[in-house]
């Protein structure tokens, strides 16, 4: 028969991973048939014919039985004991095998497919636990113990025990999953508990949980990386205490390096992250509070430049610090006051000096800052109006013979006027003032004007029209420049400007040139 095979086939159990032949019940077992004991025993007599043919009877009758045997090699036998023992003078004929009935034969076909499926996965975690759970090293006896009650139910089953067999499988693959589940536990807890020591520094719990977690799995990678971080702790604790030792000096940024190496070689290491990211802030922090510290400094001292630049450094750093946001406010109060005065002080200067121009530029700076300051306002109208006055007397100032229009006199008349109350004077005000009144008070003198013709050019003089034609005229007017006009059919135009002066004055107006 094909037994049930285990991995590593022990003397004492061979287990069967399929079988293609169907299984045999007590049934099927060829037992001699039972027959009763004969009366009370003769005494012994020579043999004759009668026995000598029951006895062949029963030689034949054994090589039957063995030759089914051989036939038959994958059926399971097992080994019958009559339940009385007969002797060969009872045996009248041979006995003859009977064949297994349907029902037996289904039964044997279910028990074996059950006992496949449990020695499966006996074989599967028997291999498992010797491959990659190193059982020898630690739990041989346990495994030699479901190995032997396999090896009971694998006889079970031999004797068609089939019920008793099947519960031998479970139990012995029971065992093998509970040795596997202890294996895993084990090393769970070993390697939880080196991870936690490593953590903590801790290096003799961390070697003693590796060493158990190694029993288990030797070649893991987790106890790999373990032993790699037991071999950097001495120097991961030197550089702890490095940075502790800088740190109690101040050295904060000392102790960072310190640190940012330890984290290098592992950052697992409790605390080590969250004691980074503290030295980190107080860095920042201190650095911050210098910024600030600087920002208030350069306040104090005037220099708004240097502290608004402060204090909007300090405000990247911690956008809603009340401290560095006050700060800036001050600071750009103080540097408007500052650009207002200094734009006021500018605009007092071309003031003093009549540079209207300037001023008015100066006075609109100091209202694109401030639109509601008063004195900015009242300058800027004063200094708009000297500039348009100034600028006035300028023009008249500039053409004198304007006067002897009378509407230009007059505006001269009222200008002057002003000037003269406008405050304050000013050394160039009162320069045009002196020259607008010279060139006034010319203008009042009169001009005894004698005009010559020929009497037959009509005479045209400006701002007293037509004269019409004649010899000579006489008219007095104001000084000043006069267009004067003569016009005669058939003669050439006579144009000309001429300033008179005060006192007598002679013109002569004839047209003299004939048009071809």
């Not at 975690?125 to 010797?130: H, R």
């Not at 040795?179 to 961390?206: C, S």
């Amino acid at each position: 028969m094909k037994m049930l095979l285990s991995r590593k086939t022990p003397p004492q159990i061979n287990l069967l991973l399929a079988s293609r032949t169907p299984l045999v019940s007590d049934a099927d077992l060829i037992q001699p048939r039972k027959v009763a004991l004969g009366g009370v025993a003769q005494p012994r007599r020579k043999p004759d014919l009668k026995y000598l043919w029951i006895v062949g009877a029963i030689l034949i009758a054994v090589l039957l039985l063995f030759a089914l045997i051989l036939l038959a090699p994958e059926r399971p036998l097992t080994t019958v004991t009559p339940e009385v023992e007969t002797p060969y003078e009872a045996i009248s004929q041979p006995i003859e095998p009977t064949a297994p009935t349907p029902l037996e034969t289904e039964r044997q076909k279910r028990a074996l497919e059950n006992a496949r499926a449990i020695v499966k996965r006996f074989t599967e975690i028997e291999i498992e636990l010797e491959d990659t759970w190193n059982v020898s090293a630690w739990g041989e006896a346990a495994l030699d113990s479901a190995r032997t009650t396999a090896a009971d139910a694998e006889a079970a089953f031999a004797g068609g025990e089939y019920d008793r067999a099947l519960l031998g499988y479970q139990q012995a693959a029971a065992q093998l999953e509970a040795l596997l589940d202890e294996a895993k536990r084990e090393y769970a807890e070993a390697i939880a508990n080196a991870v936690q020591a490593l953590n903590q520094r801790d290096a003799l719990i961390a070697r003693d949980a590796l060493a158990k977690a190694t029993l288990h799995q030797p070649e893991s990678a987790m106890v790999e990386s373990g032993r790699q971080r037991l071999e950097r702790l001495p120097e991961l604790t030197a550089l702890l205490d490095q940075a502790t030792q800088a740190e109690s000096t101040g050295d904060i940024s000392g102790a960072i390096r310190m640190i940012e190496a330890a984290r290098a070689l592992d950052a697992s290491t409790d605390g080590i992250s969250s004691r980074l990211a503290r030295l980190r802030q107080t860095r920042f922090d201190a650095r911050f509070q210098r910024i600030l510290a600087d920002g208030y400094e350069a306040l104090d001292q005037g220099d708004y430049a240097a502290a608004e630049d402060a204090f909007s450094k300090a405000l990247g750093m911690k956008p809603n610090d009340p401290g560095a946001q006050q700060g800036l406010e001050q600071t750009q109060l103080h540097h408007t006051n500052k650009k207002i005065q200094s734009s006021l002080n500018e605009a007092q200067v071309f003031v003093q000096d009549e540079d209207w121009a300037q001023a008015i530029a100066a006075f609109e700076r100091v209202l694109e800052v401030d639109a509601n300051l008063h004195e900015a306002d009242a300058g800027l109208s004063q200094a708009r109006s000297r500039q348009s006055l100034e600028n006035d007397l300028a023009h008249i100032i500039a053409d004198p013979g304007a006067l002897a229009d009378e509407q230009q006199y007059a505006r001269a008349l009222a200008l002057l006027q002003t000037a003269r109350n406008t405050l304050p004077q000013g050394i160039q005000l009162d320069q045009k003032i002196e020259k607008l009144a010279a060139q006034v008070e010319r203008a009042s003198l009169p001009v005894q004007l004698t005009l010559v013709s020929d009497a037959n050019t009509d005479v045209r003089l400006q701002y007293h029209g037509d004269l019409g034609r004649f010899s000579t005229k006489r008219i007095e007017t104001r000084p000043g420049r006069y267009l004067v006009r003569g016009g005669r059919d058939g003669f050439r135009e006579v144009r000309f400007e001429v300033d008179l002066a005060p006192g007598p004055q002679r013109l002569e107006i004839i047209c003299t040139e004939p048009i071809n």
